[in-house]
C-alpha cells in the first residue's frame, strides 16, 4: 500500500512538473463571478486581433492584469510586452522614453537610444494612465498610433513600427 502511494506521489510530482515546464505563466486574473467571465471572454475576442485595445476603469482594478492576458493570448505572445506607466514619466523626458534619439541629439547623448515604441515592435505597448499625458505629448502620440511610424530625437528617418497598442 506505502509503495502504490510513492509511486502516485512520483507520478503526481512529474506530471506537475511537466506542465510547470510547459505552460506560459499566466496573469492571475482569479475569480468565477459573471463580471470576470465576460471581461475574459471580451480580451479572448480581443487576444485574436491587432486592433487597439482601451481598457478603462479606476487605479488598482487589474487593467495591466487584462492588457498581460491579451498579450499573452495573442498571435503576439512570444514578443515584446512593453509596459509604460504614462503618469510616472516627467513631461521633458516623454519624447524621449517614447521614441529615443540619435547619437549626439542633444547634450549628454552619447550613443543612438531606442524608446520604448521601437523596442515594442513586433509586440505589444501598454500605456497605462495614458489620459495623464500632456496634450502635446497625445498629439505626438497620434502619429504613431494612426500611420505606425516615428522618427527618433534628432534624427530624420522614418522608422516603420508594428506595434499593437493597448491603452
Known amino acids: 500500500h506505502f509503495r502504490a502511494l510513492e509511486q502516485e506521489h512520483r507520478r503526481f510530482r ?18 468565477l463571478s459573471s463580471g470576470l467571465s465576460g471581461i475574459r471572454r471580451m480580451a479572448d475576442d480581443v487576444a485574436a486581433t491587432l486592433t487597439p485595445v ?16 491579451i498579450q499573452r493570448h495573442s498571435d503576439r505572445a512570444e ?6 506607466n504614462c503618469a510616472a514619466i516627467p513631461e521633458h ?20 537610444t531606442k524608446g520604448r515604441f521601437e523596442r515594442a ?24 498610433l494612426e500611420y505606425k511610424e516615428m522618427e527618433r530625437l ?3 528617418d522614418t522608422i516603420r513600427l508594428d506595434v499593437r497598442i493597448i491603452a
Do not use: W
Not at 514578443?79 to 509604460?84: G, H, M, S
Not at 523626458?93 to 543612438?112: C, D, P, Q, V
Open 121 to 144: 515592435h513586433t509586440g505589444t505597448i501598454f500605456l497605462d494612465e495614458i489620459g495623464e499625458l500632456p496634450e502635446n505629448a497625445q498629439s505626438k502620440l497620434l502619429r504613431v
Open 154 to 156: 534628432g534624427g530624420s
Open 93 to 112: 523626458l516623454l519624447e524621449n522614453e517614447f521614441f529615443g534619439h540619435e547619437a549626439n541629439a542633444f547634450t549628454g547623448a552619447g550613443r543612438m
Open 14 to 31: 512529474l506530471a506537475h512538473e511537466c506542465r510547470k515546464e510547459n505552460s506560459r505563466e499566466e496573469p492571475p486574473i482569479i475569480g
Open 54 to 69: 482601451l481598457i478603462t476603469g479606476e487605479t488598482g482594478t487589474g487593467k495591466e492584469l487584462i492588457a498581460e492576458y
Open 79 to 84: 514578443r515584446p510586452f512593453i509596459k509604460v
